[in-house]
Structures are given as C-alpha cells and as structure tokens.
C-alpha cells in the first residue's frame, strides 16, 4: 500500500458505542428532574417538588451503584484521576494539535460529575429533614428533627442549590467549551450513546447488560418509596 | 481673673453641648436596640408557634396520637397568636435587606453584628405589615378565628375534627405569611 493511502487508513475516524443507556437515561433525566424541583420550589408547589426530589434521590443512589457495577464508562474508576493527569488534560485543552479525545469523561470533567452526584445525593438528604417556617410544609423524616433543626436543614437546602447550580454552570460551560475550542461535540454521544473517534484511539469497553441496570433502579426505589412514606 | 472666668464659661457651654449629642447618639442607639428587641422577641414567638405546629403534624400522622401534646400546642398557639399585632409596632420594621454582594462582604466584617456572629435572628417581616395595615389585621384576624376553634377542637379530643381544623388552621397562618412574610433571597 502507498504512504499517503496507509496515513489515510491510519486517521480514518470510526463510530463506538461509548454511553450505555442507563447513563444516558439518568443525565437527561436528572437534567429535567433538577430544573422541575427548581421551579416547584420557586412556586412553592411542594407535593410536586418533593416527588421530583425522590426521582433524583432514586436516579443519583442509581448512578453512584452504577458507577461501582456499571459499563467501563460509567464507572468511577474511569474517569477519575489523579491531579497529574488532570494538569495535563487542562494544558492541552487549547493546544489544536496535542490534544487527545478522551472515550468516556475527560479528567476534569470527570470530577465535576462527581461532585454534581455527591451535591444531588447531599441536597436530597436534606430535603428529607428540612421544615418550612410554619412547619405546614415538610420533609417526609422531619419528626426525627425538631422544628429549629429542620428550619437550620431547610436553610442549609437552600444554600448548597446555590453551590449545586454554580457546578452545572460550569459542566454546560465545558461542554461548549469542547464544541467550540476543541471542536468536539459531547452532546450527540450522551443522546445516541456513539462517539466518533479516530482509528488509533479505540479502547477496549465493556458493556453490562440493561436489565441489570433496571433490577437495581426497582430496589432502589423502592427504598426510597419507604423513605418517602416517612419509615 | 475676668479672662479666666470667661474661658471657663465657654468651656462649660463645649462641654454641654458634647453632653446633649452624647445623649441624642444614645437615644438614637437605644431606640434601635428597642427594635431590635421587638424583633428577635417577635420572631421567638413565632419558632415557638412553628413547634407547636410541628408537635400537632407530627402527632396526626401517628395511629396514636398523643392528645394531651396537641392539646397544650393547640394552647400555645392561641395564648401567644392573640398578641401578634402587638409585635408589630410601628418602628419594628426590619432594616432594608442587603444585596448580595454586601452579604459577602459583611463575612469579612469584624462587626460582630454583621457578620452574623451574633444571635440575632433576621426579620422576614415585609414593609406591607405597616403599609398595609388594615390588611394585615384583616388576616391576624382569620387567624385567631382558626386558632380559637383549633384550641376548643382540641379539648374535644375528636382525632377526625382535629385532622380538619389544623389543615384550616395552617391555612390561615399561610394566608398571612405568604403576604406579609418574605423569602430573603
């Protein structure tokens, strides 16, 4: 074969499974869940923000599992790493020609995710405790706290949104970011779950079948329906 | 001696004059605090009448309630609500609320006040309480209707009828506090 036909064959970008669907049904889900308890909470329509608080509760105790039990790309120990790694990352971030695509969370994205899960799990913990101020509206634990506890969780609810939202900014950011500077799309790959990559960068991926994902999800919320009816 | 005395003379005017601004400032300063007493007291009140809220849903959510709790919170209820216009004198309006970027600036304070060190407790009370008098009384009103058959309802010990004249009550602590009390951010 002639050098300029091999250089082709080399570069040649192909598609790869990179997203399996339960992570990319619980990011999209959690996107719409957050704004819903936003909103329920601004027009204080609580029944509803707390049932949309519970969905998060359900999909982020989900996530954190999958991210133990999950697909290669799911899981925490992919895409979390060590601050040498993350340096470098950031450094290339600008540079055209010594950048690489990473398959799953890039090293600073991917402790951005964590940080957005561990602050969903924390704020919905809080939320099962908090009391409004004349205690008509409440979480569904909060006779295990007494009034001026719950009136101090349900003021904490409200400052760690602020710290929350101050991390999604930054995740949508980064996203654009990728789109224009690096000229990487990140959003059709958590849509179709498929990436295009160039032929030399392809890892080996493992998939874990769906319906393991969906036992999980059942006993999961499950247990957050028992935490829902106050037990 | 005529000189002497004539610079004595004017030094004690001086000295008068500081007396009287010393005790303007005071009075000033006083008058704050007086306000500020009226304040924390009035919000004491109110987290004492939000627990005994609690103490009434909480014991209606148990198979068993414990009527004697609902009773004395129904009580408490009542005996410190009658005195809620009372915690609103004019001149007990809460300082205007600061803009964010004040807020984190006053972490930084080294006034106890400011930086929130201190106990005191921030007013949600909105400027509709003076402004709107009438409108005010109109729901403390409704209130104390609700709070006064909640305390008899409670005596009878019916848990059926308690269930319903709470969710009465509440609403009418909601029909003042959704007016007249303000989320600071």
Known sequence: MADSQRLQYLEKEINIRVWDLPVRVTHWLLAMLVLLSWLTAEYRWFEWHRWSGYSILTLALFRSYWGFCGSTT???????????????????????????????????????????????????????????????????????????????????????????????????????????????????????????????????????????????????????LGLAKGL | MVHERSVGNERFWVKLGVLFIGMGCAWIATAQQEAQQVIQNRIANFREMGTASKHIKDQLKLKQPDLGLIQDSANLIQDRGAYILDWFPPGSEPPPSKGWLEQLLDWFSSDDAASGVTEDAESHAKPEIWSQRMDFEAAFRRFEAQANKMRQTAQQGQVNTINEQFTKLQESCKGCHDVFRGELD
């Open chain 1, 74 to 224: 799911a899981q925490f120990t992919n895409f979390l790493y060590g601050p040498g790694t993350v340096g470098r990352f950031a450094r290339s971030f600008f540079s055209r020609t010594g950048s690489t695509t990473v398959v799953g969370h890039n090293p600073v994205g991917g402790w951005n995710v964590l940080a957005m899960l561990l602050l969903l799990l924390v704020q919905c913990g809080l939320g099962l405790f908090a009391v409004d101020v004349d205690a008509i509206e409440s979480g569904p634990l909060t006779r295990y706290v007494s009034f001026d506890v719950g009136r101090l969780i349900a003021e904490l609810h409200g400052t760690v949104f602020y710290v929350l939202t101050a991390f999604i900014v930054l995740h949508i950011v980064a996203v654009f970011a990728h789109l224009l500077i690096k000229r990487e799309n990140l959003i059709r790959p958590m849509i179709t779950g498929v990436k295009s990559v160039s032929s030399g960068e392809i890892p080996v991926l493992r998939f874990v079948a769906p319906w393991r994902a969906l036992l999980a999800l059942a006993a999961i919320a499950l247990l957050v």
